[in-house]
């Protein structure tokens, strides 16, 4: 009944209980001491004294200071979500926000919750220290702040019971005194079932940087912003002529709309004192995106991409943020300069390829944001160096080398030196904090986690500056390449504090960084071979991939000899290549294999797409004779700049004649026609390949059969003589039916006798005509006389020489 009004008491709000603890301290010390009066006052005072100090620690007998989670003073867990101002003032009022959960199996009863202020951490190491630190610890976890407002009562919680919270305390009652970085803790203090007295139940630590006044020396703190992404951009291309491109997906989208990682970047970083870091190819990728362009759906169908808006403003936006500021490009795509220098080194032209990456993104930049960028500077994944990347990262030019300290170690001195270093060749290396640098790579979307992160990267530049206040120094930050949106926050809610805020540091550019003064102290010496990080060696891009590069460069370069147009190759493939050994792979394994497989492949479709079309076996009769060969050209460009040649696989005396050009437009075919000559009767296998200018062989040959067959003298005079007994045949033949005159027509009815055949025979004057066909008394007929009348079908003799015979 008492823990259901306790927690209906504390859903009403229930706050500031200071004198409500009182009196239940005060009613606990006389129930203790009320049996012992009568002369045991000193034993009476020794029980009014325990549950005193046990209301600011955990008797150790029964509640650990730090056990397992769920028991002693881990029973609660304490998420602060925010802490504002992060940076307070003389007169500000510290407001903490956030939530109490009932971790454990018991109920929790009088849950109050209060604000303790430890002692001044005077080092970089005491921060990571207590903020690694789990439990309650009296000595280290200092006081609890008293007074109006300095507390909230939770009431009652049973197990897994969560409490939003909001604390008000007056800074001036946090009794802050000299300039340093105090910690401060919200912590939880009541009961559970089986013990009888009030304990700490929970802490959550956080830490506040305080400074009475202006540092005498601030630290020019150098942080590099950076706009980098995993390549999206393939080198395929629609055969339009805008050559709509091709995206793996839309994820890049997504990062460039409102809330987006990449948005959210320019957006926070536009008022901030930092150094743009960017890969020119996410400002190609961004620009390509502000027309048509397609992505590849879960299928791998392309389908029409969403984001042009989204890139339009991004790109507008990032113009407007960067004008007047300090740019520096990468190498385009961002290539892994660690790889390169440990297996890219061993592949021919491997190395060659980083000039061209920094040239093309000079170019870029200046193309797209209309602004100068700094190519000088290299980065290594994760600022971890070896000689050899040295020597990689400055072969392009660039004579300033990002490393990081806890790969370039210090000795010997006690505080964080200036960060540029000659490293000799008249090279630098800015050395970055590495405190300061991995200070939001956690997970900060989970609750509490940013404004942890933020008070420790404060509380770090803050001691920073107080290590040596007679001295000023130059410090880079460089932070992880991909920021998400919630780390991006992080970063920008610092550096806005420290730049509003902040007394004891200065924004400064990373071309000031480099020029600053060098540490005498500090190491100069670059890290040796064996040093580099074995998880580091471990993601870099194995050999194969500059071999497969390499490969795919030289069919690049055979292919785009023969093109008409070859800027609609070299640009997208060009750049694709680039993409190909970037940095991003080292977290996307398969990711990168596949992209390159893909470059090489639809390149390698890109050049069978002209090609000779296959020839059945032919047969040649003769002496000479004329070979086909056709060449398809199924490009949407003309093709120029190769010759044809065949080639005779035995010697059977087959000239197959000379090489021909070839020059076939876009979507035609085209025959070539060789004169070959044949010396002898055989078999042979003709081989047919393509070569361009240069002599390089271009796709595979294609092979074809030819049968020779020689034709001698003597069978040209036998068949000439067959041909000349056929033509005197034909003239005997023609001659003799000559002399025969017309045959009779064997459809002409035959002669009937009697008186009726004299009448229907007559003619107009009363002659007939004579049946061997000549009129009568003409003296024309064989038989004038009338010999030659007709004997009748009852003679049965047969008819004279001469005479015609109707059949």
Do not use: C
């Not at 976890?141 to 007074?147: A, I, L, Y």
């Not at 943020?321 to 032209?349: N, T």
């Not at 926050?489 to 730049?499: Q, V």
């Not at 070569?691 to 067959?709: A, E, H, I, L």
């Amino acid at each position: 009944m008492d823990e259901r009004v306790a927690e209906a008491a504390e859903m009403q709000g229930t706050t500031n209980a200071p004198p409500r603890r009182w009196l239940r301290r005060t009613a606990t010390v006389l129930t203790a001491t009320l049996p012992l009066l009568g002369g045991l006052l000193p034993a009476a005072t020794a029980v009014a004294q325990a549950p005193a100090s046990s209301a600011s620690s955990a008797s150790p007998a029964s509640a650990p200071a730090s056990g397992e989670q769920g028991t002693g003073s881990r029973t609660a867990d304490i998420t602060v979500n925010a802490l504002t101002p992060s940076v307070p003032e003389k007169g500000d009022t510290l407001r903490i926000t956030g939530k109490v959960t009932n971790s454990s199996d018991h109920a929790i009863t009088d849950g109050e919750l209060g604000l303790r202020v430890g002692p001044k951490l005077d080092s970089r190491s005491a921060i990571e220290q207590n903020a690694k630190r789990k439990g309650y610890n009296s000595s280290a976890d200092g006081t609890e702040v008293t007074g109006k407002r300095t507390s909230v009562d939770v009431g009652s919680m049973r197990p897994g019971i969560s409490r939003s919270f909001s604390l008000k305390v007056p800074v001036q009652a946090l009794k802050l005194r000299d300039s340093g970085v105090y910690q401060i803790g919200v912590a939880l203090s009541g009961r559970t079932r089986g013990v009888g007295y009030e304990q700490v139940l929970g802490i959550e630590r956080s830490f506040l940087p305080w400074q009475t006044s202006d540092a005498e020396n601030k630290t020019q703190l150098t942080y590099m912003w950076p706009l980098i992404s995993t390549p999206q951009l393939t080198a395929r291309t629609e055969s339009d002529e805008q050559q709509t491109p091709v995206f793996r997906d839309d994820r890049l989208a997504e990062e460039l709309a409102p809330g987006g990682r990449l948005q959210q970047l320019v957006r926070l970083g536009k008022d901030l004192p930092i150094t743009w870091v960017i890969d020119p190819d996410l400002l190609a990728s961004a620009e390509a995106m502000t027309k048509r362009y397609l992505v590849r759906d879960e299928n791998g169908k392309e389908v029409p991409g969403k984001g042009q808006e989204y890139a339009k403003q991004w790109l507008s936006d990032l113009q407007d943020a960067v004008r007047g500021e300090e740019v520096v490009a990468l190498p385009f795509a961002d290539p892994d300069l660690a790889s390169l220098a440990h297996k890219g080194k061993y592949v021919p032209g491997a190395l060659g390829n980083l000039g061209p990456a920094t040239k093309r993104s000079e170019v870029a930049v200046e193309a797209i944001l209309h602004t100068e960028a700094g190519t000088d500077f290299a980065w290594p994944d994760q600022g971890a160096l070896d000689p050899s990347i040295v020597d990689v990262a400055t072969s392009a030019g660039a004579r300033n080398v990002i490393a990081r300290s806890d790969h370039f170690r210090d000795t010997g001195i006690s505080y964080t030196p200036t960060s540029a270093r000659p490293i000799g060749g008249g090279n630098t290396a800015l050395v970055a904090d590495a405190g300061l640098s991995t200070a939001f790579d956690e997970d900060l979307s989970k609750p509490g986690a940013s404004s942890k992160a933020v008070q420790r990267f404060l509380a770090q530049t803050h001691t920073l500056t107080a290590e040596q206040p007679a001295q000023q120094r130059s410090v880079v930050v460089a932070p992880q390449r991909m920021p998400t949106a919630a780390q991006a926050r992080a970063m920008a809610t610092s550096l806005k504090a420290l730049n509003d805020n902040g007394s004891w540091t200065e924004g400064a550019d990373l071309s000031a960084a480099a020029e600053a003064k060098p540490d005498p102290r500090a190491t100069r010496a670059v890290p040796g071979n064996g040093a580099y990080p074995r998880s580091l060696r471990a993601q870099e891009l194995p050999k194969e991939a500059y071999e497969q590069v390499r490969h795919t460069n030289a069919v690049l370069d055979d292919f785009q000899k023969i093109l008409s147009r070859q800027d609609r190759v070299i640009t997208p493939f060009g750049t694709a290549l680039h993409r190909a050994t970037s940095t991003a792979w080292r977290a996307e394994e398969q990711a990168g294999q596949d992209f390159r497989d893909d470059v090489e492949d639809y390149l390698t479709g890109l050049t069978k797409k002209v090609e000779l079309i296959q020839k059945s076996p032919i047969t040649l009769s003769g002496r000479s004779a004329t070979i086909p060969v056709t060449v398809q050209n199924n490009l949407f460009q003309d093709v120029d700049g190769l010759t044809l040649k065949l080639e005779s696989s035995r010697r059977i005396g087959l000239d197959v004649g000379k090489e021909q050009p070839v020059r076939v437009a876009g979507g035609h075919s085209q025959s070539v026609k060789f004169n070959t000559t044949a010396k002898a009767n055989g078999r042979s296998v003709v081989k047919a390949q393509l070569y361009t200018k240069d002599g390089q062989p271009y796709g595979k040959p294609m092979t074809f059969r030819v049968n020779v067959t020689s034709i001698t003298s003597a069978v040209l005079l036998v068949i000439a003589g067959g041909v000349l007994l056929v033509v005197l045949a034909g003239i005997r033949m023609y001659t003799q039916r000559k002399r025969r005159g017309p045959r009779p027509d064997p459809d002409a009815p035959l002669d009937e006798t009697g008186a009726d055949e004299d009448a229907d025979g007559a003619d107009e004057d009363g002659d007939k005509p004579s049946r061997n066909g000549t009129e009568n008394g003409n003296g024309t007929g064989p038989d004038a006389s009338g010999a030659g009348n007709d004997t009748g079908r009852e003679s049965g003799g047969p008819p004279g020489p001469g005479e015609k015979v109707n059949r």
